[in-house]
Structures are given as structure tokens and as C-alpha cells.
């Protein structure tokens, strides 16, 4: 699914990235399919705002950007944050996430 939405999963890496970094002040980046357009989609919600209540996206990967996420490691450098978010991402959860939401 990735490959036909994204190309390929460094380009869906770097759109996330991009917008999860540009969240101005808290809130978070989110991988969430479409089940209208059976598409993967990149969004990002202010705040606590939910994924799928607000953009009726169902929810397959978060990363949260507020700044308690990430203080202690990477002070205030969220890209470097954003950036290595990706070794410990479970693949295998977010898969299971897929398969149940195209149900």
C-alpha cells in the first residue's frame, strides 16, 4: 500500500517527517488510511485533536510531537527527533492496523 500511494517508504517517510516537524507548537503527525479512497494518507492534527473524528482518517501510525516526547532526549531539536522516530516504528503493528481498517 505504501509503494502505490507513496511510491515508495522513503518517500512516505519524508512527507511524514516533513509535516510532523512542521506542527506549529503541540500535536501530532499520523500515517491514517482513507477508507473512502483506499488510500494512505500523511496528516497532522493540533493539540489532542483526534485523527480520525476530525479528517475521518483511520489511524495506523502517530508520532507525537509535543514537546514532552522528546525534551529529554533531543532538547528542542524535533527534526532529529522526527528522524529517528523511525528505527523503533513496528511495522508489523502498523500492518495490523491496515489489514483491520480495510475490513
Same mark, same amino acid.
Given at each position: 500500500?505504501?509503494?502505490?500511494?507513496?511510491?515508495?517508504?522513503?518517500?512516505?517517510?519524508?512527507? @511524514?517527517?516533513?509535516?510532523?516537524?512542521?506542527?506549529?507548537?503541540?500535536?501530532?503527525?499520523?500515517?491514517? &488510511?482513507?477508507?473512502?479512497?483506499?488510500?494512505? =494518507?500523511?496528516?497532522?492534527? /493540533?493539540?489532542?485533536? %483526534? @485523527?480520525?473524528?476530525?479528517?475521518? @482518517?483511520? %489511524?495506523?501510525?502517530?508520532?507525537?510531537?509535543? =514537546?514532552?516526547?522528546? &525534551?529529554?532526549?533531543?532538547?528542542?531539536?524535533? %527534526?532529529? &527527533?522526527?528522524? /529517528?522516530?523511525?528505527?523503533?516504528?513496528?511495522?508489523?503493528?502498523? =500492518?495490523?492496523?491496515?489489514?483491520?481498517?480495510?475490513?
Amino acid at each position: 500500500a505504501i509503494q502505490k500511494d507513496f511510491g515508495n517508504e522513503e518517500a512516505m517517510k519524508q512527507e @511524514l517527517s516533513a509535516m510532523s516537524v512542521g506542527v506549529q507548537g503541540s500535536g501530532w503527525g499520523w500515517l491514517g &488510511y482513507n477508507a473512502k479512497t483506499g488510500r494512505i =494518507e500523511c496528516a497532522t492534527r /493540533a493539540n489532542q485533536d %483526534p @485523527l480520525q473524528a476530525t479528517t475521518g @482518517l483511520v %489511524p495506523l501510525l502517530g508520532i507525537d510531537v509535543w =514537546e514532552h516526547a522528546y &525534551y529529554v532526549d533531543y532538547r528542542n531539536v524535533r %527534526p532529529e &527527533y522526527v528522524s /529517528a522516530i523511525w528505527d523503533v516504528i513496528n511495522w508489523d503493528t502498523v =500492518e495490523k492496523r491496515l489489514v483491520a481498517a480495510q475490513k
